[in-house]
């Protein structure tokens, strides 16, 4: 032990004798596990940390509907169940407890403005099952549950009570303004509970003669111990099949699947790039390794004949590599503090950068995964970096390093190697530049993407109806038209819509439509339905192919049934003639309602750009009123800058509407950039790896070509007083360094292409092999290469050769 720790101080001494190196070295490794820290903090936080439910995170699953004509990627929210299915599924055996969940909007109201809160029905067992224990108060009582809009009891979020009543402590038991009614306040929730991401606002939830058919709820259960997440879905799935059976009008063609509650929320695409990610994290890793080991190459051989002489005197081979290998080891632990310190504020400014506040349940704070990564992460670059070049500088050459004058001089092998080292990081880059192309290439093809009609000059905002005075379909359809109408009367708004969706953001509501003579009942065709008011293809600008709009009058007359369709699903019922005056029926479980097509509209993008389904390619387009929902957006086209105009749009409609809260207030191009700033984000972390990963290798290339410089003055002076020209012994090291690029290169190409394809299924309208991609990738290296060669070659050809030859 008093060995080891004299070497530790040995090492401490020697790096601290030579400060440069030590702080060149120490900034690379601190860049290289910092960013991996950064980036696994974010993996952890979505896929390995624990969810906040204590020793039964990993029982709380969600259940949600399938159905033969439905695709296999609806969400849960797309797809729930009903409660009288769900009662069943608790007799299945497979759960300690099973809940359910509806989310809502409601609007507060009260001495503040108009407020509106995400929120949700729950069933009063939800919470228990989770083991939520409220702040304040207490769980809803069963006697408590009640159909939605006759609650009378409501639960806060900890956010909430401190947001909007003053973190008041006598909250409890106090009355508060919710959808216009009085609702007493039974609990609130610890600090930070949102479930099931960003909701506030709970009730308790009962549904009384709700049909089998009403599939409006979440379910989310607590497995039984013992019980498999596969022998859950068997049980239940024979319980489907059962009512499939018994109740052939509502379920017929209807199943249930399980999944852990962390995979309904992180889907396939989040989890595929966190797995790039962190692949090219790793690469910005390696490249700091293979920098650091050259540099640990180069300083062997510069205390070749310390070594010699250690060995001489006694110094076994394993004391000299354990020596060598503890000058990385000691520069590993201080980097990688370092580095665990810069992820820590990179992640802070990582989640603040986010434009919508994340789920409760991601977590980004350090925790033992962190640290053991952290950990080990040193561990891997202290072994990476030391390791070889001790094993080569342990095993001096006595009698040659110990002669008077004798030059330390590295052999070919070692050459071979430090040339080797700087190729694996060329071919490092190209991976990640290539990567880094794609995924910015695939931002920009999402932001440019023609959504079928003019996004320019367009302002969109949502707004909640609550409230008894619009219960009825009809005083909703009202409100929304003469809304609409009154918000074309702002100067400098052209033209104005409602509808229940916004294109490139709102997929349109889930429908399942039959053709009259074309289709049987059970062979439906699953689209998207948008409601909407007069003036929506006005004011986005569109240009009907066949027919005519929906009117006013119709689109207010909840008995209006007619329809217009796009262009793909008219191409898909008939093909060779017109879908004007044909009918078209919603297939509901137990009745179908016929629609009749007065007009083909040109295809509109509704889905989120690269979230495209068969289902999200047919649009129907229906009178608000078939749909009558609470929940709205307002589309308004200005004459000019539809910047200017959100401010006074707003408070026209607030003025004319003070009980009526409006939300998402944003012009279309900013909501564009909503929706895609996922793919931005992680096209802007691969733009900064590869940033990172091309200046580590213009340093390595550079420490070699710089060393080699160093090692042939004699041969360079020579060669200029035999009268060679400046330009041929820059040329000759320029070369060099581009030979050891070229097999960079190669070796790269071969991993770009494989990191390539772990892009293919998420990267939009961008093909990953391109070969302008590669090309481009490889053109900028061989720049990077040229200007981290010529600096040191350019000093070479400037070497005095009357003075190298005198001190030679």
């Known amino acids: 032990m008093s060995a080891l720790l004299q070497d530790i101080r040995y090492a401490c001494r020697s790096l601290t004798g030579r400060p440069g190196f030590a702080a060149a070295a120490l900034v690379t490794i601190a860049i290289g596990i910092g960013a991996n820290v950064t980036v696994f903090s974010i993996v952890n936080a979505l896929v390995l940390r624990p969810l906040p439910f204590g020793e039964r995170s ?81 769980h809803f009582r069963a006697d408590e549950a009640a159909p939605p809009g006759l609650e009378q009891a409501v639960m806060l979020t900890h956010g909430l009570w401190q947001r909007r009543y003053g973190a008041r402590p006598d909250i409890i038991g106090q009355t508060v303004l919710v959808n216009g009614l009085p609702r007493t306040v039974v ?166 950068s986010f434009p919508e506040e994340l789920p409760y349940w991601l977590r980004f704070d350090v925790d033992v995964r962190i640290a053991l990564f952290t950990a080990g992460a040193a561990l891997f670059t202290a072994i990476a970096v030391g390791l070889l070049p001790a094993v080569r500088a342990s095993r001096p050459h006595l009698v040659e390093d110990l002669k008077e004058g004798a030059r330390a001089t590295p052999g070919h092998a070692q050459q071979r190697l430090q ?151 008219a191409r898909l019922f008939w093909p060779a003639g017109t879908a004007v005056g044909s009918r078209i029926g919603v297939r509901a479980p137990t009745d179908i309602t ?72 944003m012009t279309m191009a900013e909501r564009r950039r909503f929706v895609t700033w996922e793919q931005a984000f992680f096209g802007r972390l691969m733009g900064v790896f590869a940033a990172m990963a091309v200046a580590l290798a213009c340093v390595g290339l550079y420490a070699l070509i710089a060393f080699a410089v160093r090692q042939r003055n004699g041969e360079i002076g020579v060669r200029l007083a035999l009268g060679a020209e400046p330009a041929q012994v820059a040329r000759l090291f320029m070369r060099q360094g581009l030979v050891v690029s070229s097999m960079g290169l190669t070796a790269g190409t071969v991993l770009a292409a494989a990191l390539a394809a772990g892009l293919s299924g998420i990267i939009y309208g961008v093909n990953p092999w391109s070969g302008w991609h590669f090309a481009g990738a490889a053109a900028l290296l061989v720049v990077v290469v040229l200007f981290a060669s010529y600096l040191p070659a350019r000093r070479a050809s400037r070497i005095d050769p009357t003075a190298v030859l005198r001190a030679g």
């Open 187 to 352: 609990g609130v929730l610890p600090s930070g509970f949102r479930f099931p991401e960003r909701d506030e606002l709970y009730m308790p939830l009962r549904w009384d003669d709700a049909p089998r058919s009403a599939r409006n709820v979440n379910g989310v259960g607590l497995l039984a111990p013992g019980v498999t997440l596969e022998q859950a879905q068997g049980r239940l799935s024979a319980v489907a099949e059962r009512l499939a059976r018994e109740y052939a009008d509502s379920n017929r063609g209807f199943g249930v699947r399980i999944l852990p509650f962390r995979d309904s929320q992180v889907g396939r695409e989040e989890r595929q790039l966190s797995v790039v990610l962190m692949a090219a994290v790793g690469f910005v890793l390696l490249i700091a390794c293979a920098n650091l080991a050259n540099l640990f190459l180069v300083r062997g051989v510069a205390r070749q004949r310390e070594m010699a002489i250690r060995a001489a005197m006694g110094a076994s081979r394993t004391r000299l590599a354990r020596q060598l290998f503890l000058d990385a080891v000691v520069l590993s632990v201080p980097g990688a503090a370092l580095g665990l310190l810069g992820a820590v504020w990179a992640v802070d400014a990582i989640r603040v």
């Open 419 to 569: 040339s080797s080292l700087v190729a694996a990081q060329v071919a490092l880059c190209l991976a990640l530049l290539v990567g880094a192309q794609l995924m910015i290439a695939s931002f920009v093809a999402l932001q440019s993407a023609d959504l079928g009609f003019d996004p320019r000059s367009l302002i969109t905002m949502r707004a909640y109806l609550a409230g008894d005075q619009y219960d009825a379909i009809d005083a909703r359809s009202r409100f929304f038209d003469e809304a609409a109408s009154s918000l074309r009367a702002v100067p400098g708004v052209v033209a104005a819509a409602a509808t229940t969706s916004i294109p490139g953001d709102d997929g349109g509501a889930g429908v399942r439509l039959v053709v009259d003579g074309r289709t049987g009942p059970d062979d439906a065709v699953g689209a998207g339905a948008v409601g909407v008011t007069s003036g929506i293809f006005e004011t986005l600008g569109v240009r009907l192919l066949e027919g005519r709009a929906l009117t006013q009058a119709e689109t207010i007359d909840a008995a209006a049934r007619v329809a217009v369709v796009n262009e793909t699903l």
């Open 594 to 665: 016929w629609y009749r097509i007065v007009g083909v509209a040109p295809d509109v993008h509704y889905e989120e750009v690269g979230e495209e389904t068969p289902q999200s390619r047919l649009t129907m387009y229906v009178p608000y009123a078939a749909l009558g929902s609470r929940t709205m957006a307002f589309i308004a086209r200005a004459s000019d800058e539809p910047q200017a105009l959100t401010v006074p749009a707003r408070a026209h409609l607030t003025r004319a509407y003070p009980g009526v809260p409006l939300y998402e207030v």
């Open 58 to 138: 990993d029982r709380v699953v969600t259940l949600y509907s399938t159905h033969a004509q439905q695709p296999e990627d609806w969400g849960w929210n797309d797809s729930s169940v009903s409660l009288l299915d769900l009662q069943d599924f608790r007799d299945a055996g497979a759960f300690d407890a099973l809940g359910g969940y509806m989310g809502r909007n409601f609007t507060l109201t009260g001495d503040e403005a108009a407020e509106r809160v995400r929120g949700g029905s729950v069933t009063p067992d939800l919470f228990p099952l989770l083991g939520i224990q409220p702040l304040f108060g207490r």
